[in-house]
């Protein structure tokens, strides 16, 4: 990819990140918990730029399942950035008493 991750522009093509609201607080169905209610029903979304567009422009983009819905353009060349969490210890002592309970051989059948 010849282009820097760290832009604040995408060009037609680049991998980015829209987001839409799709239903205002008002808007929200009437049956909702109180605490749904009082929040906007929001769209994250990533997929291929079909224009080039500014960070904070509308832009339309085209997912990996060839939806193609217009947003908010939030970021360009977005990256994962979960975890499973800090190591633990313990859980590391139980995996290996598993696999040898598991995987033991004839002392633990």
Same mark, same amino acid.
């Given at each position: #990819?010849?282009? #820097?991750?760290?832009? #604040? &522009?995408?060009?037609?093509? +680049?991998?980015?990140?829209? $987001? %839409? @609201?799709?239903? @205002?607080? &008002?808007?929200? &169905?009437?049956?909702?918990? +109180?605490? @749904?209610? &009082? ?8 997929? /291929?730029?079909?224009? %080039?567009?500014? /960070?904070?422009? =509308?832009?339309? !983009? !085209?997912?990996? =399942? *060839? ?6 353009? !939030?970021? !360009?060349?977005? =990256?994962?950035? $979960?975890?499973? *969490? +800090?190591?633990?210890?313990?859980? $590391? ?17």
């Amino acid at each position: #990819m010849k282009r #820097m991750v760290f832009t #604040m &522009a995408a060009k037609k093509g +680049d991998w980015v990140r829209v $987001h %839409d @609201t799709v239903l @205002t607080p &008002a808007q929200r &169905a009437p049956q909702v918990p +109180d605490d @749904t209610k &009082a929040v906007p029903l929001e769209l994250w979304v990533k997929g /291929i730029a079909e224009s %080039d567009a500014e /960070i904070g422009e =509308t832009v339309e !983009v !085209v997912t990996l =399942t *060839g939806r193609k819905v217009s947003g908010e353009l !939030v970021e !360009v060349f977005p =990256t994962y950035s $979960h975890s499973f *969490g +800090d190591y633990v210890p313990e859980l $590391h002592v139980i995996s290996c008493q598993l696999r040898s309970i598991l995987f033991g051989g004839d002392d633990n059948e």
